[in-house]
């Protein structure tokens, strides 16, 4: 009952019945007032009508077909009156809906992304005020992850361009030497955002679903303990207890060993550049749910509930007390990568303080 053409068609039938039903009520509201008198009358009138003089029974009948004229021009009117009416309230209750939506869309059309329209009416109405609600809080939240990614990049290009800008200048000035050691700081820089704009670029491919994989049979587990190894170093240096863990037997998967090995690298240095010296890493491997589940928890620094949500948000840096090392898209990377082949990526903590812990699960065959 709450579908437009319901409505529309009940609403049809309802002024066509009106219209045609109408004069027999009417008689009948007539009859039951007036029954007795009128039989008859309808008795008498035909003996009275022949007893009377030609001239006037014909102005008699004249009389009595210009009444039913009267009658039958009233009806139409009142009927004619009556539809119109209905008409206008149906036009009215379709196209109330349709004008908020025309000027929620002109307003988004002149740059005002935060419209909402008011949910109600038919069950058509409802789901297309619910799409436009949910069309327009996207493309609102785009607008502003636009805004922001520009003024991230800005602020990630602004640091490294700054330093090379002035260290140039102080080189020409003579104020630094044209050393090793400053050329290999320069050096250092341009990395620095060579990195950050090869990032970008991938970031770009996944959200378009243009990421280039490498898909071949793999083994995941050696792909992590290869980037474990890689760490090992820098852990033992921090007194920091980095090790790996293959729980059962792993089989393998079909991926691109070296976008998942820069996944492993981006969570372990995650993981270690928010965990405290002589603190714990841990990697655990092992096959889960029709795939294979690769955790890296730690016992550092942690989240809030508040963080949790915007972990893989490109720029993102959790701060108040995070180390803001990085350009924050390390994270991102991870999470493209992952979905890219299919998978899942996940993080969860019990609060700050308490530690981390990000999982990603991949499919065994993509």
């Known amino acids: 009952m709450n579908r437009l053409w319901v409505r529309f068609s009940l609403i049809i039938v309802g002024v066509i019945l009106f219209v045609s039903l109408a004069p027999f009520l009417f008689r009948g509201l007539i009859f039951s007032f007036l029954g007795p ?18 001239e006037t029974a014909e102005r008699i009948m004249q009389f009595m077909l210009a009444d039913l004229i009267a009658s039958l021009t009233a009806y139409v009117v009142v009927s004619a009156a009556a539809a119109l009416l209905v008409g206008a309230w149906v036009g009215r209750t ?13 307003a988004i059309k002149a740059g005002e992304l935060n419209q909402q329209v008011p949910i109600h009416g038919s069950q058509e109405m409802v789901a297309m005020a619910t799409a436009f609600n949910e069309m327009a809080a996207q493309l609102s939240q785009a607008e502003t992850l636009r805004k922001n990614l520009l003024a991230d990049v800005a602020h990630e290009l602004r640091h490294p361009i700054h330093i090379l800008q002035g260290n140039l200048q102080a080189i020409l000035d ?4 044209l050393s090793k050691e400053e050329i290999a700081r320069l050096s250092d820089q341009t990395h620095h955002l060579t990195r950050l704009v090869q ?4 970031l770009a491919q996944a959200e378009a679903h243009q990421l280039p994989l490498q898909r071949q049979p793999m083994e995941l587990a050696d792909v992590v303990k ?5 760490y090992k170093p820098l852990a033992h240096g921090r007194d ?18 070296a976008r998942l090995r820069q996944v492993m690298l981006n969570l372990l240095d995650n993981a270690l550049r928010h965990t405290l010296d002589g603190g714990r890493v841990v990697v655990t491997v092992q096959q889960k749910d029709g ?11 942690g989240l809030s509930a508040e963080q949790l949500p915007y972990v893989f948000d490109r720029f993102y840096k959790a701060d108040r007390g995070r180390d803001q090392s990085g350009a ?16 899942r990526i996940t993080a969860a903590s019990a609060g700050p303080g308490q530690g981390s812990t990000f999982s990603f699960l991949l499919p065994i065959r993509a």
């Open 94 to 106: 379709l196209t109330r809906p349709l004008q908020q939506l025309e000027q929620a869309a002109n």
């Open 37 to 54: 008198e009128l039989s008859e009358t309808e008795r008498l009138f035909p003996e009275v009508l022949e007893s009377l003089p030609p």
């Open 174 to 177: 003579d104020v630094y030497p």
């Open 328 to 343: 924050g898209l390390g994270l991102a990377i991870a999470k493209a990568v992952v979905e890219a082949h299919g998978g």
């Open 291 to 301: 795939g294979v589940a690769v955790r890296v928890q730690d016992n550092g620094r």
């Open 240 to 257: 920091i207890d980095l090790h790996v863990e293959l729980l059962g037997a792993i089989p393998p998967i079909q991926g691109d060993p």
């Open 226 to 230: 290869e980037a474990v190894d890689t």
């Open 199 to 202: 990032d970008l670029h991938d």
